[in-house]
């Protein structure tokens, strides 16, 4: 039984694990062979592993923050592979959408660059509106990788995203210690108003 035990403590950093490996799988597919189904078949896999490896994690009462940032570091690798493949695919897409991407990118560093200068870390907050993001994120490469449709998804997760890092941002700035798993900016609000009782 132990050893059972043992064995379900490690699945929700294999799945974690999963997303990493998937990331290279991703720009393989893109300069190689781009087959639809196999772009579905990763994205399925990333997306009920990020879904998965938390709720087992809770379950078995291992979710530590190093499993949640590597967890925010997986989604970051996977993503950002999956953006490579639609900027080497897709490019239209892209560059149509050039102002509103900047500004993501933008925030996602000046994000990034605040958290480590005000935490020496990266942010692993798992807000509700990052949980948001990621099921945009995941309709709108399953629209454009595995469907080939540019659509109203695309545009959809760039808005989420822009209001999550805005979200993330204000959060870093209201902490006066680094934390992680803060539901929203409501939350982190109500912290700092109880630490300082």
Same mark, same amino acid.
Do not use: Q
């Given at each position: 039984?132990?050893a059972r035990r043992s064995l379900l403590n490690r699945v929700?950093?294999l799945l974690t694990g999963l997303r990493v490996l998937l990331? =290279?799988?991703?720009? /393989?597919?893109?300069?190689? *062979? @781009?087959?639809? *189904? +196999?772009?579905?078949?990763?994205?399925?896999?990333?997306? /009920?592993?990020?879904?998965?490896?938390?709720?087992?994690?809770?379950?078995?009462?291992?979710? !530590?923050?190093?499993?949640?940032?590597?967890?925010?570091?997986?989604?970051? /690798?996977?993503?950002? +592979?999956? !953006?490579?493949?639609?900027?080497?695919?897709?490019?239209?897409?892209?560059?149509?959408?050039?102002?509103?991407?900047?500004?993501?990118?933008?925030?996602?560093?000046?994000?990034?660059?605040?958290?480590?200068?005000?935490?020496?870390?990266?942010?692993?907050?798992?807000?509700?509106?990052?949980? *948001?993001?990621?099921? !945009?994120?995941?309709?709108?490469?399953?629209?454009?990788?595995?469907?080939?449709?540019?659509?109203?998804?695309?545009? /959809?997760?760039?808005?989420?995203?822009?209001?999550?890092?805005?979200?993330?941002? *204000?959060?870093?700035?209201?902490? =006066? !210690?680094?934390?992680?798993?803060? @539901?929203?900016?409501?939350?982190?609000w109500r912290l700092r108003e109880s630490e300082r009782l």
């Amino acid at each position: 039984m132990p050893a059972r035990r043992s064995l379900l403590n490690r699945v929700p950093i294999l799945l974690t694990g999963l997303r990493v490996l998937l990331a =290279p799988a991703v720009v /393989l597919l893109a300069l190689l *062979a @781009p087959l639809r *189904a +196999a772009f579905a078949l990763c994205l399925v896999a990333a997306f /009920l592993s990020d879904v998965f490896d938390g709720v087992i994690a809770r379950r078995f009462d291992v979710a !530590t923050p190093n499993l949640r940032r590597l967890d925010s570091f997986a989604d970051s /690798l996977f993503y950002g +592979a999956a !953006t490579f493949a639609v900027w080497h695919l897709y490019p239209a897409a892209m560059s149509g959408r050039w102002f509103s991407l900047a500004l993501l990118v933008a925030l996602e560093m000046c994000r990034y660059g605040f958290d480590f200068m005000k935490f020496r870390r990266e942010s692993s907050y798992h807000m509700w509106s990052s949980k *948001a993001w990621g099921l !945009t994120l995941f309709a709108s490469f399953f629209s454009l990788l595995a469907l080939g449709s540019d659509n109203m998804f695309v545009d /959809l997760a760039i808005y989420v995203g822009i209001a999550s890092d805005l979200e993330g941002l *204000a959060i870093s700035a209201l902490l =006066p !210690t680094w934390r992680s798993d803060i @539901p929203s900016l409501v939350h982190a609000w109500r912290l700092r108003e109880s630490e300082r009782l």
